[in-house]
Protein backbone atom coordinates (compact mmCIF):
# COMPACT_ATOMS: atom_id res chain seq x y z
CA UNK A 1 0.00 0.00 0.00
CA UNK A 2 1.52 3.21 -0.76
CA UNK A 3 2.03 5.59 1.66
CA UNK A 4 -0.62 8.62 2.51
CA UNK A 5 0.10 12.21 2.42
CA UNK A 6 -0.07 13.25 5.73
CA UNK A 7 -1.48 12.52 9.04
CA UNK A 8 -4.37 14.42 8.49
CA UNK A 9 -5.21 11.84 5.40
CA UNK A 10 -4.76 8.62 7.98
CA UNK A 11 -7.46 11.15 10.32
CA UNK A 12 -9.47 10.76 7.39
CA UNK A 13 -9.24 6.86 6.83
CA UNK A 14 -10.02 6.58 10.81
CA UNK A 15 -13.20 7.97 10.48
CA UNK A 16 -16.10 5.36 11.01
CA UNK A 17 -17.93 6.44 7.74
CA UNK A 18 -15.15 5.91 5.89
CA UNK A 19 -14.22 2.46 7.01
CA UNK A 20 -17.56 1.59 6.82
CA UNK A 21 -17.88 2.21 3.75
CA UNK A 22 -15.25 0.70 2.48
CA UNK A 23 -15.81 -2.90 3.90
CA UNK A 24 -19.22 -2.43 2.66
CA UNK A 25 -18.31 -1.89 -1.21
CA UNK A 26 -14.70 -2.91 -0.79
CA UNK A 27 -14.29 -1.21 -4.58
CA UNK A 28 -11.26 0.37 -4.72
CA UNK A 29 -9.18 -1.14 -7.00
CA UNK A 30 -6.11 1.11 -6.83
CA UNK A 31 -4.25 3.89 -4.93
CA UNK A 32 -3.67 6.74 -6.69
CA UNK A 33 -0.65 8.45 -5.44
CA UNK A 34 1.11 10.91 -8.27
CA UNK A 35 2.54 14.47 -8.51
CA UNK A 36 -0.54 15.83 -10.17
CA UNK A 37 -2.23 14.29 -7.13
CA UNK A 38 -0.48 15.63 -4.85
CA UNK A 39 0.07 18.93 -6.04
CA UNK A 40 -4.09 19.28 -5.45
CA UNK A 41 -3.80 19.35 -2.10
CA UNK A 42 -3.45 23.14 -1.28
CA UNK A 43 -3.97 24.69 2.47
CA UNK A 44 -7.62 25.40 0.71
CA UNK A 45 -8.51 21.70 -0.08
CA UNK A 46 -7.24 20.25 3.38
CA UNK A 47 -8.77 22.79 5.00
CA UNK A 48 -11.93 21.36 3.49
CA UNK A 49 -11.42 18.35 3.48
CA UNK A 50 -10.72 18.55 7.65
CA UNK A 51 -13.86 20.37 7.84
CA UNK A 52 -15.76 17.34 6.60
CA UNK A 53 -13.97 14.87 8.43
CA UNK A 54 -14.86 16.81 11.44
CA UNK A 55 -18.97 16.42 10.80
CA UNK A 56 -18.74 13.12 9.23
CA UNK A 57 -19.94 14.15 6.09
CA UNK A 58 -18.22 12.00 2.66
CA UNK A 59 -16.22 14.29 0.27
CA UNK A 60 -14.50 13.14 -2.87
CA UNK A 61 -13.19 14.21 -6.19
CA UNK A 62 -15.75 13.44 -8.85
CA UNK A 63 -16.19 13.13 -12.83
CA UNK A 64 -13.53 14.82 -15.25
CA UNK A 65 -10.82 15.44 -12.72
CA UNK A 66 -10.88 11.92 -11.38
CA UNK A 67 -10.12 11.11 -15.33
CA UNK A 68 -7.48 13.29 -15.78
CA UNK A 69 -5.42 12.25 -12.52
CA UNK A 70 -5.66 8.64 -14.06
CA UNK A 71 -4.06 9.76 -17.06
CA UNK A 72 -1.61 11.34 -15.17
CA UNK A 73 -2.83 15.07 -16.05
CA UNK A 74 -3.45 17.70 -13.28
CA UNK A 75 -7.19 18.89 -13.76
CA UNK A 76 -7.85 22.63 -14.67
CA UNK A 77 -10.92 22.27 -12.86
CA UNK A 78 -11.60 19.83 -10.05
CA UNK A 79 -15.10 19.20 -9.00
CA UNK A 80 -16.29 17.69 -5.74
CA UNK A 81 -19.45 14.96 -4.30
CA UNK A 82 -20.33 14.80 -1.13
CA UNK A 83 -23.27 12.94 0.95
CA UNK A 84 -23.98 16.46 2.92
CA UNK A 85 -27.42 17.74 1.64
CA UNK A 86 -26.83 21.85 0.54
CA UNK A 87 -28.68 22.76 3.31
CA UNK A 88 -26.12 20.74 5.66
CA UNK A 89 -23.06 22.64 3.67
CA UNK A 90 -24.14 26.00 4.13
CA UNK A 91 -24.71 25.64 7.85
CA UNK A 92 -21.20 23.96 7.93
CA UNK A 93 -19.73 26.64 6.28
CA UNK A 94 -21.39 29.51 7.96
CA UNK A 95 -20.51 28.14 11.14
CA UNK A 96 -16.85 28.45 11.03
CA UNK A 97 -17.41 32.11 8.71
CA UNK A 98 -16.48 30.69 5.22
CA UNK A 99 -17.64 32.61 2.70
CA UNK A 100 -20.07 31.19 -0.28
CA UNK A 101 -20.00 32.69 -3.61
CA UNK A 102 -22.62 31.87 -6.67
CA UNK A 103 -25.77 30.16 -5.54
CA UNK A 104 -27.06 29.79 -8.23
CA UNK A 105 -26.05 26.24 -8.73
CA UNK A 106 -27.60 25.60 -4.73
CA UNK A 107 -30.95 23.82 -6.67
CA UNK A 108 -29.31 21.16 -8.32
CA UNK A 109 -27.04 20.51 -5.12
CA UNK A 110 -23.92 22.49 -5.55
CA UNK A 111 -22.43 24.67 -3.23
CA UNK A 112 -19.80 27.00 -4.15
CA UNK A 113 -17.01 27.72 -1.57
CA UNK A 114 -13.84 30.12 -0.18
CA UNK A 115 -11.44 29.09 1.14
CA UNK A 116 -7.25 30.42 1.13
CA UNK A 117 -8.57 32.41 -1.75
CA UNK A 118 -9.69 29.38 -3.42
CA UNK A 119 -12.94 27.99 -4.67
CA UNK A 120 -14.74 24.83 -4.23
CA UNK A 121 -17.31 23.51 -6.51
CA UNK A 122 -19.06 20.78 -4.25
CA UNK A 123 -22.43 18.91 -5.29
CA UNK A 124 -24.26 16.71 -2.99
CA UNK A 125 -24.41 13.23 -4.65
CA UNK A 126 -28.04 12.99 -6.79
CA UNK A 127 -30.13 10.82 -8.55
CA UNK A 128 -32.41 12.24 -11.95
CA UNK A 129 -35.84 11.59 -11.17
CA UNK A 130 -36.99 12.74 -14.07
CA UNK A 131 -35.09 14.19 -17.21
CA UNK A 132 -36.79 15.80 -21.16
CA UNK A 133 -33.53 15.63 -22.72
CA UNK A 134 -32.35 18.80 -22.01
CA UNK A 135 -33.07 19.42 -18.35
CA UNK A 136 -33.22 16.88 -15.15
CA UNK A 137 -35.16 17.25 -11.63
CA UNK A 138 -32.82 15.48 -9.24
CA UNK A 139 -33.41 14.12 -5.80
CA UNK A 140 -30.11 14.20 -3.50
CA UNK A 141 -29.07 10.50 -2.02
CA UNK A 142 -26.33 9.46 0.12
CA UNK A 143 -25.58 6.56 -2.52
CA UNK A 144 -22.16 6.95 -4.15
CA UNK A 145 -23.48 3.96 -6.99
CA UNK A 146 -26.74 5.89 -7.56
CA UNK A 147 -24.92 9.23 -8.58
CA UNK A 148 -22.37 7.45 -10.51
CA UNK A 149 -25.44 5.43 -12.81
CA UNK A 150 -26.81 9.13 -13.43
CA UNK A 151 -22.91 10.12 -15.00
CA UNK A 152 -22.73 10.26 -18.64
CA UNK A 153 -19.73 8.04 -19.24
CA UNK A 154 -17.76 5.34 -17.34
CA UNK A 155 -14.39 7.42 -17.39
CA UNK A 156 -16.43 10.03 -16.06
CA UNK A 157 -18.22 8.11 -13.38
CA UNK A 158 -15.28 7.79 -10.95
CA UNK A 159 -14.75 8.95 -7.50
CA UNK A 160 -11.14 9.48 -5.66
CA UNK A 161 -10.47 9.81 -2.32
CA UNK A 162 -8.19 12.12 -0.43
CA UNK A 163 -6.06 8.94 0.10
CA UNK A 164 -5.62 8.07 -3.19
CA UNK A 165 -8.45 5.57 -3.01
CA UNK A 166 -10.21 5.11 -6.47
CA UNK A 167 -13.97 3.85 -6.58
CA UNK A 168 -14.98 2.94 -9.73
CA UNK A 169 -18.43 1.18 -10.35
CA UNK A 170 -18.27 1.27 -14.25
CA UNK A 171 -15.36 -0.06 -15.25
CA UNK A 172 -14.33 3.67 -15.92
CA UNK A 173 -10.20 3.22 -15.24
CA UNK A 174 -10.24 -0.43 -17.59
CA UNK A 175 -11.86 1.54 -20.42
CA UNK A 176 -9.46 4.57 -19.70
CA UNK A 177 -6.89 2.08 -19.64
CA UNK A 178 -7.85 0.33 -22.56
CA UNK A 179 -9.06 3.79 -24.26
CA UNK A 180 -12.74 2.88 -25.01
CA UNK A 181 -15.25 5.35 -24.65
CA UNK A 182 -19.26 3.66 -23.01
CA UNK A 183 -21.65 5.20 -21.85
CA UNK A 184 -22.72 4.31 -18.41
CA UNK A 185 -25.25 1.51 -18.67
CA UNK A 186 -27.75 1.59 -21.94
CA UNK A 187 -26.59 4.36 -24.37
CA UNK A 188 -29.81 4.98 -25.54
CA UNK A 189 -31.37 5.73 -22.40
CA UNK A 190 -27.67 8.39 -21.33
CA UNK A 191 -28.93 10.11 -24.26
CA UNK A 192 -32.49 10.71 -24.02
CA UNK A 193 -31.74 11.85 -20.50
CA UNK A 194 -29.36 14.80 -22.46
CA UNK A 195 -29.23 14.93 -26.28
CA UNK A 196 -26.02 17.05 -25.49
CA UNK A 197 -24.04 14.06 -24.51
CA UNK A 198 -24.00 12.57 -28.10
CA UNK A 199 -21.64 15.85 -28.96
CA UNK A 200 -19.79 14.79 -25.31
CA UNK A 201 -19.54 11.40 -26.85
CA UNK A 202 -17.66 12.24 -29.49
CA UNK A 203 -15.41 14.70 -27.99
CA UNK A 204 -13.81 12.18 -25.45
CA UNK A 205 -13.75 9.38 -28.28
CA UNK A 206 -11.53 12.21 -30.16
CA UNK A 207 -9.64 12.96 -26.98
CA UNK A 208 -9.07 9.48 -26.13
CA UNK A 209 -9.30 6.74 -28.95
CA UNK A 210 -6.31 5.90 -30.76
CA UNK A 211 -7.85 4.42 -33.81
CA UNK A 212 -10.73 6.41 -35.93
CA UNK A 213 -13.68 4.42 -36.16
CA UNK A 214 -13.60 2.19 -33.10
CA UNK A 215 -16.94 2.65 -32.17
CA UNK A 216 -19.64 -0.14 -30.60
CA UNK A 217 -22.21 -0.46 -32.82
CA UNK A 218 -25.20 -0.26 -30.82
CA UNK A 219 -23.89 3.43 -29.54
CA UNK A 220 -23.61 4.82 -32.85
CA UNK A 221 -27.42 2.98 -33.48
CA UNK A 222 -28.39 4.93 -30.31
CA UNK A 223 -27.09 8.49 -31.68
CA UNK A 224 -28.40 8.08 -34.95
CA UNK A 225 -31.77 7.30 -33.39
CA UNK A 226 -31.91 10.02 -31.08
CA UNK A 227 -29.63 12.86 -32.83
CA UNK A 228 -32.68 15.00 -33.96
CA UNK A 229 -32.77 15.19 -30.23
CA UNK A 230 -30.14 17.70 -30.36
CA UNK A 231 -32.42 20.48 -32.16
CA UNK A 232 -34.07 20.83 -28.88
CA UNK A 233 -30.78 21.97 -26.96
CA UNK A 234 -30.20 25.67 -26.75
CA UNK A 235 -27.29 27.24 -28.84
CA UNK A 236 -25.35 28.23 -26.05
CA UNK A 237 -25.16 25.05 -24.91
CA UNK A 238 -23.96 23.33 -27.69
CA UNK A 239 -21.65 26.15 -28.39
CA UNK A 240 -19.78 25.23 -25.41
CA UNK A 241 -19.48 21.44 -26.07
CA UNK A 242 -18.15 22.67 -29.48
CA UNK A 243 -15.90 24.46 -28.53
CA UNK A 244 -14.25 22.00 -26.49
CA UNK A 245 -14.39 19.72 -29.21
CA UNK A 246 -12.68 22.18 -31.17
CA UNK A 247 -9.57 22.38 -28.59
CA UNK A 248 -9.32 18.73 -28.57
CA UNK A 249 -9.11 17.52 -32.19
CA UNK A 250 -6.05 16.05 -32.90
CA UNK A 251 -4.30 17.22 -35.81
CA UNK A 252 -4.74 14.70 -38.10
CA UNK A 253 -8.22 15.89 -39.02
CA UNK A 254 -9.11 15.24 -41.98
CA UNK A 255 -10.36 18.07 -43.96
CA UNK A 256 -7.37 19.77 -45.56
CA UNK A 257 -7.67 23.38 -44.22
CA UNK A 258 -8.56 22.50 -40.55
CA UNK A 259 -6.05 19.74 -40.62
CA UNK A 260 -3.29 22.38 -41.57
CA UNK A 261 -4.41 24.82 -39.02
CA UNK A 262 -4.97 22.03 -36.48
CA UNK A 263 -0.94 21.39 -37.03
CA UNK A 264 -0.35 25.67 -37.17
CA UNK A 265 -1.53 25.89 -33.69
CA UNK A 266 -0.44 22.95 -31.92
CA UNK A 267 1.40 23.80 -28.57
CA UNK A 268 -0.57 28.01 -29.25
CA UNK A 269 -3.53 27.67 -27.02
CA UNK A 270 -5.63 29.11 -30.00
CA UNK A 271 -9.24 30.15 -28.65
CA UNK A 272 -11.90 27.40 -30.46
CA UNK A 273 -13.13 29.90 -32.67
CA UNK A 274 -9.35 30.34 -34.55
CA UNK A 275 -9.90 26.52 -34.84
CA UNK A 276 -13.71 26.84 -36.12
CA UNK A 277 -13.02 29.88 -38.94
CA UNK A 278 -10.73 26.99 -40.76
CA UNK A 279 -13.85 25.46 -41.45
CA UNK A 280 -15.87 28.89 -42.88
CA UNK A 281 -15.26 30.04 -46.73
CA UNK A 282 -16.94 33.07 -46.49
CA UNK A 283 -18.05 35.71 -43.15
CA UNK A 284 -21.56 34.73 -44.11
CA UNK A 285 -20.91 31.27 -42.30
CA UNK A 286 -19.61 33.13 -39.37
CA UNK A 287 -22.99 35.26 -39.25
CA UNK A 288 -25.18 31.95 -39.30
CA UNK A 289 -22.95 29.97 -36.80
CA UNK A 290 -24.19 32.72 -34.74
CA UNK A 291 -28.00 32.80 -35.47
CA UNK A 292 -27.58 29.16 -34.37
CA UNK A 293 -25.27 29.00 -31.29
CA UNK A 294 -25.55 32.69 -29.82
CA UNK A 295 -21.82 33.29 -30.02
CA UNK A 296 -20.33 35.58 -27.80
CA UNK A 297 -19.68 39.15 -29.90
CA UNK A 298 -15.82 38.88 -29.11
CA UNK A 299 -15.55 35.26 -30.68
CA UNK A 300 -18.08 36.44 -33.81
CA UNK A 301 -15.98 39.32 -34.24
CA UNK A 302 -12.51 36.69 -33.96
CA UNK A 303 -14.26 34.71 -36.69
CA UNK A 304 -15.59 37.59 -39.15
CA UNK A 305 -11.86 39.15 -38.49
CA UNK A 306 -9.78 35.57 -39.88
CA UNK A 307 -12.14 34.60 -42.34
CA UNK A 308 -11.79 38.32 -43.93
CA UNK A 309 -7.82 38.36 -43.32
CA UNK A 310 -6.76 35.20 -43.35
CA UNK A 311 -5.44 35.40 -46.82
CA UNK A 312 -5.12 39.28 -47.51
CA UNK A 313 -2.67 40.25 -43.98
CA UNK A 314 -0.27 38.67 -44.21
CA UNK A 315 3.76 39.33 -43.22
CA UNK A 316 5.71 41.69 -45.69
CA UNK A 317 7.98 38.96 -47.84
CA UNK A 318 10.52 41.31 -49.26
CA UNK A 319 11.16 43.15 -45.94
CA UNK A 320 13.35 43.42 -43.21
CA UNK A 321 10.05 43.96 -40.96
CA UNK A 322 7.57 41.12 -41.88
CA UNK A 323 5.48 42.08 -38.73
CA UNK A 324 4.77 45.35 -39.96
CA UNK A 325 1.63 44.67 -41.77
CA UNK A 326 0.55 43.13 -38.83
CA UNK A 327 1.56 46.28 -36.76
CA UNK A 328 0.23 48.61 -39.82
CA UNK A 329 -3.06 46.96 -39.25
CA UNK A 330 -3.55 47.33 -35.22
CA UNK A 331 -2.39 51.56 -35.69
CA UNK A 332 -5.03 51.80 -38.04
CA UNK A 333 -7.83 49.72 -36.51
CA UNK A 334 -7.77 51.79 -33.23
CA UNK A 335 -9.74 48.71 -31.70
CA UNK A 336 -8.78 47.50 -28.05
CA UNK A 337 -8.87 43.59 -29.38
CA UNK A 338 -7.11 44.59 -32.42
CA UNK A 339 -3.88 42.56 -30.87
CA UNK A 340 -5.35 39.84 -29.50
CA UNK A 341 -7.10 39.10 -33.24
CA UNK A 342 -4.17 39.67 -34.65
CA UNK A 343 -2.50 37.47 -32.38
CA UNK A 344 -5.39 34.24 -33.24
CA UNK A 345 -4.56 35.29 -36.99
CA UNK A 346 -0.73 34.44 -36.34
CA UNK A 347 -1.70 31.12 -35.10
CA UNK A 348 -3.93 30.23 -37.22
CA UNK A 349 -1.13 30.95 -40.23
CA UNK A 350 1.46 29.13 -38.22
CA UNK A 351 3.60 32.39 -37.88
CA UNK A 352 5.22 31.55 -34.80
CA UNK A 353 8.00 33.83 -34.53
CA UNK A 354 5.58 36.65 -35.58
CA UNK A 355 3.11 35.56 -32.90
CA UNK A 356 6.15 35.89 -30.24
CA UNK A 357 6.97 39.34 -31.53
CA UNK A 358 3.76 40.62 -31.20
CA UNK A 359 3.04 39.33 -27.86
CA UNK A 360 6.74 41.48 -26.82
CA UNK A 361 5.34 44.68 -29.27
CA UNK A 362 4.16 47.41 -27.73
CA UNK A 363 1.87 49.71 -29.24
CA UNK A 364 3.59 52.81 -30.03
CA UNK A 365 1.62 56.64 -29.62
CA UNK A 366 0.84 58.64 -32.49
CA UNK A 367 2.58 61.76 -31.16
CA UNK A 368 0.29 64.21 -33.23
CA UNK A 369 -3.31 65.18 -32.44
CA UNK A 370 -5.72 67.67 -34.00
CA UNK A 371 -4.71 70.58 -31.15
CA UNK A 372 -1.36 70.32 -32.36
CA UNK A 373 -2.55 71.16 -36.15
CA UNK A 374 -4.60 74.08 -35.14
CA UNK A 375 -1.54 75.31 -33.61
CA UNK A 376 0.40 75.76 -37.14
CA UNK A 377 -2.83 77.58 -38.20
CA UNK A 378 -5.32 75.18 -39.64
CA UNK A 379 -8.42 75.48 -38.28
CA UNK A 380 -11.09 73.36 -40.50
CA UNK A 381 -12.28 70.34 -38.90
CA UNK A 382 -12.00 68.73 -42.49
CA UNK A 383 -8.86 69.50 -43.31
CA UNK A 384 -7.14 68.48 -39.89
CA UNK A 385 -8.29 65.30 -40.63
CA UNK A 386 -7.01 64.84 -43.76
CA UNK A 387 -3.79 66.00 -42.51
CA UNK A 388 -3.64 63.97 -39.70
CA UNK A 389 -3.90 60.52 -41.80
CA UNK A 390 -1.21 62.08 -44.00
CA UNK A 391 1.02 62.22 -41.26
CA UNK A 392 0.28 58.65 -39.75
CA UNK A 393 1.02 57.66 -43.13
CA UNK A 394 4.59 59.48 -43.00
CA UNK A 395 4.34 57.69 -39.03
CA UNK A 396 3.65 54.31 -40.36
CA UNK A 397 6.63 54.09 -43.19
CA UNK A 398 9.07 55.61 -40.59
CA UNK A 399 8.21 52.53 -38.54
CA UNK A 400 6.71 54.68 -35.77
CA UNK A 401 9.78 56.52 -35.48
CA UNK A 402 8.78 60.29 -36.30
CA UNK A 403 8.59 62.23 -33.87
CA UNK A 404 5.98 65.74 -33.49
CA UNK A 405 8.31 68.23 -34.83
CA UNK A 406 9.43 66.18 -37.56
CA UNK A 407 5.57 65.60 -38.35
CA UNK A 408 4.94 68.67 -37.91
CA UNK A 409 7.75 70.38 -40.43
CA UNK A 410 5.77 67.81 -42.68
CA UNK A 411 2.48 69.70 -43.04
CA UNK A 412 4.98 73.22 -43.58
CA UNK A 413 6.86 71.66 -46.75
CA UNK A 414 3.54 70.81 -47.98
Known amino acids: MLRCLGPWHRQLLSCSWSRLFLLKHSLFTMKLQSPEFQSLFTEGLKSLTELFVKENHELRIAGGAVRD ?5 KPQDVDFATTATPAQMKELFQSVGIRMINNKGEKHGTITARLHEENFEITTLRI ?3 TDG ?5 EFTTDWQKDAERRDLTINSMFLGFDGTLF ?3 NGYEDLKNKKVRFVGQAKQRIQEDYLRILRYFRFYGKIVDTP ?12 ENAKGLAGISGERIWVELKKILTSLPASASLEEFNKVSKNVEGFSPKPMTLLTSLFKVQDDVTKLDL ?5 KEEKNLGLFIVKNRKDLIKATDSSEPLKPYQDFIIDSRDSDATARVCELLKYQGEHGLLKEMQQWSIPPFPVSGHDIRKVGISSGKEIGVLLQQLREQWKKSGYQMEKDELLSYIKKT
Open 213 to 224: GDHDPETLEAIA
Open 134 to 138: RHAEV
Open 128 to 130: DVA
Open 168 to 170: DYF
Open 69 to 73: LLSGV
Open 292 to 296: RLKIS
